[in-house]
């Protein structure tokens, strides 16, 4: 009997996952991923090497985005895509500037407050995300729709590997950006740990002093040494007993404002509509004191103007004001009063008080970017460090402003009719600079403080310029 030849099936008969993808179909899913993978991140991917926020949500939505319309019309992917990137700005800023997304909303309607124009970051950052939503929608007249199961399951593959990869690249900064407290997270505030939120007597003034963009040096010996190190001087030390700490922020300056002010974790729209009765400026009115709240912006940003008598402040004075009070002007993104100016408002203020006052003071100037010029002399911060204006410029310039602030607070509580009064310094949260390399110098998770507590008697000459040295160069201080 003849046997019968045995013979595989023939190249162009393969079945399964060996048959061979049609070069169309694979024309359609390159151009997919071009666009819903590469354009997509592309900006955002461009921060992997200086430190930025991990995004897998973002990079997980827009994959599946893209898979969802591929064969939709063309408007209905483009106005896709303008969505995918929309949430991806929306998350990137919310977790470089410490903000659940939720409060991120919340302060969009005051971005006609704000003036990036004056940050080339931003406006880079801007003009390259126009021109990659330029390129995306311009490639969107090609088609994406394929249809072959393989290449769907292999841009699944894709996605999640981007998104692993995208978390594996932030891994060493990743402590900086999840920072929002949840029910069970102990609380903790500089207010509590400096025992400056008791109400007792003696009934002394209080003045507390949020200062913008304050963060925790962490392995800096420069800018450990400058911090608050003004205030070591024999001007301060002979009135007022000092000391120091740190506390766990969570997420915004608002939050840090609730912190310090209301003894909890929280954010403003908590009080938005509502009385609290159990924030320390409500707390200070039942004791007759009498509460005012300061900030060198505008009242209407985060509606501070309307949510500050909430929590028991019984008068505000915002940029505007402290502007027909000779306060000047200093530029940035955030433009406002110069916050130089404010310390001699606020002691003028407390010195006519007629009872006991409880003063609280928001800066601003120090929040990123801080440019040059702009009327906030920090163009020769080699002054204050030359080590910081070589290697960290802009945490120079920053140093520069606090260091701008100290000299005038310093100015004014050591004036030999200045009352007794106790004074908190704090950080609302840390710097968030868009690269690791200036990121990296401050704790991710902690913000310091200063108390002043009134002793006695003033010196009888203030000095109000020391300086601190280090080795044979000086060096100015700052905090």
Not at 154 to 183: E, N, P
Not at 200 to 218: D, F, N, T, Y
Request: net charge negative; charged share 20%.
């Amino acid at each position: 009997m003849a046997s019968l030849p045995v013979t595989g099936p023939a190249e162009d008969e393969k079945t399964g996952l060996l048959r061979p993808i049609a070069r169309d179909e694979w024309r359609k899913f390159a151009n997919c991923v071009l666009i819903w993978l590469v354009l997509a991140n592309v900006v955002f991917a461009s921060m992997w090497f200086f430190g930025a926020p991990p995004r897998r949500p973002e990079i997980i939505a827009a994959g599946a985005l893209g898979l969802i319309v591929r064969n939709a019309p063309v408007w209905v992917r483009i106005v896709a895509f303008i969505g995918a990137m929309v949430y991806s700005v929306l998350g990137f800023v919310a977790g470089l500037f410490n903000l659940a997304i939720t409060s991120l909303l919340h302060s969009l309607r005051f971005v006609l407050e704000i003036n990036p124009s004056q940050s080339l970051e931003y406006i880079v950052g801007g003009c390259f995300l126009v021109g990659v939503c330029g390129i995306a929608i311009w490639r969107m007249r090609k088609p994406q729709g394929f249809s072959e199961i393989r290449l769907v399951l292999l841009a699944i593959v894709i996605t999640l590997a981007l998104a692993k990869f995208d978390g594996l690249m932030g891994h060493g900064m990743r402590g900086h950006y999840m920072r929002a407290a949840d029910f069970e997270t102990p609380f903790v505030s500089a207010s509590h740990l400096s025992g400056f939120d008791a109400t007792v007597a003696p009934k002394r003034h209080r003045m507390l002093i949020m200062v913008e963009s304050l963060g925790a040096p962490v392995g800096n010996k420069d800018m450990e040494r400058l911090l608050f190190a003004r205030f070591h001087s024999p001007a301060v030390t002979n009135r007022y007993e000092l000391s120091t700490g740190e506390t766990t922020y969570y997420n915004s300056t608002t939050a840090g404002e609730i912190r310090e002010l209301c003894g909890r974790w929280g954010d403003y729209y908590d009080v938005m509509e509502g009385v609290d009765r159990g924030c320390l400026p409500a707390k200070l009115a039942e004791a007759d004191y009498e509460t005012r709240a300061y900030h060198s912006f505008t009242g209407a940003f985060f509606d501070r103007a309307k949510w500050y008598p909430n929590i028991g402040f019984q008068k505000s004075s915002f940029a505007e004001e402290l502007f027909e009070r000779g306060a000047r002007e200093c530029g940035g993104v955030f433009p406002g009063v110069c916050d130089r100016d404010v310390p001699a408002l606020l002691a003028k203020d407390i010195k006519a008080a007629q009872k006991p006052q409880f003063i609280y003071w928001l800066t601003v100037n120090s929040h990123l970017p801080v440019p040059p010029g702009m009327n906030l002399d920090v163009d020769r911060c080699e002054r204050i460090s030359s080590s910081l204006a070589e290697n960290y410029p802009m945490i120079c310039r920053q140093f520069a402003l606090w260091d701008q602030m100290d000299s005038a607070i310093i100015e004014e509580i050591t004036a030999g009719d200045f009352p007794e009064t106790d004074i908190l310094i704090v950080g609302d949260h840390m710097p968030p600079y868009f690269d690791r390399h200036h990121r990296s110098q401050f704790a991710p998770d902690r913000v310091p403080w200063l108390l002043l507590k009134w002793k006695g008697e003033s010196p009888k000459t203030p000095d109000t310029t020391e300086i601190v040295k280090t080795g044979d160069r000086d060096d100015g201080a700052a905090g």
